[in-house]
């Protein structure tokens, strides 16, 4: 994958931090907002199934730094999962049914990507964190126009998933039952005319979430990983958004 070079100027990630970004609304949604406005690279930001979280503002802001225009909806709006919800089937089930769900998540997806075109993007990217990685995808499958997508520890993706996308795929995939699923489903994607700009890379060395809120930046060993995920993240999106 070629790269023009952005990776050589991600900072290093840090535990305790302030986010940069500014917040405000989409309709009525709240959103963080970050980067240059007007800039060319537009970037949709998904988060994990728990809440917004300075890890996940860190990362938005780092891709600001980098050149991209980006979005990041309260998807939720304010009303997350728990960790107790993760033991819980009749909490989880409701979740999946309703904010959980792409239908609910769909109209935001809609609502942001135009906002991103409206300021100025001319290549639109998402992407998604754990629970955030499996619609990020289905994004990929039913909304067109979007010039790729990266999933960071996704939860939930299946191998029907990888016959249905229609614009390439970064995934780093947590644990070596997904990996070997990825595996195989970017078998199919080699069938595609995209195949090429396509990404599959292995993070089963790290705990599930370190991108998001369970991700303890403190740890040198945790904060290394981060970084590569932005890395490879920054190089994927070079290679399909010009500057």
Known sequence: MSSSGSSSKIPPVVANYTAKGERG???????????????????????DAFRYHPNVFQICDILGSLGHYVVAPDLFRGEPLTMEDLGNPVA??????????????????????????????TSVGVIGFCWGGKVALTSLQELDG??????????????????KINAP????????????????????????????????????????????????WSDPAIAKRVNDAIQLEAAFFDDLMPN
């Not at 609304?25 to 060319?40: A, E, H, M, R, V």
């Not at 520890?153 to 029907?160: G, I, K, Q």
């Not at 039952?177 to 995209?194: A, H, S």
């Not at 990404?199 to 060395?205: A, C, G, N, T």
Request: hydrophobic letters at 35%.
């Open 25 to 47: 609304k989409l309709g009525d949604i709240d959103c963080y907002f970050t980067g240059k406005k007007g800039s060319k690279r537009g970037t949709f930001v998904n988060y």
């Open 92 to 121: 989880m089930g409701k979740f999946m049914q309703n904010s959980g769900s792409w239908n609910t998540s769909k109209p935001n997806y809609v609502q942001g990507i135009e906002h991103l075109r409206n300021s100025g993007a």
């Open 146 to 163: 979007i010039v790729g997508g990266a999933i960071i520890h996704p939860a939930r993706v299946t191998s029907d998933d990888f016959a």
């Open 169 to 216: 795929l970064l995934a780093l995939p947590y644990n070596d039952v997904d990996l070997e699923m990825f595996k195989k489903g970017y078998e199919e994607l080699g069938t595609r005319p995209f195949d090429a700009k396509c990404r599959l890379e292995s993070f089963v060395d790290v705990v599930y979430g370190f991108c998001g809120p369970r991700g303890d």
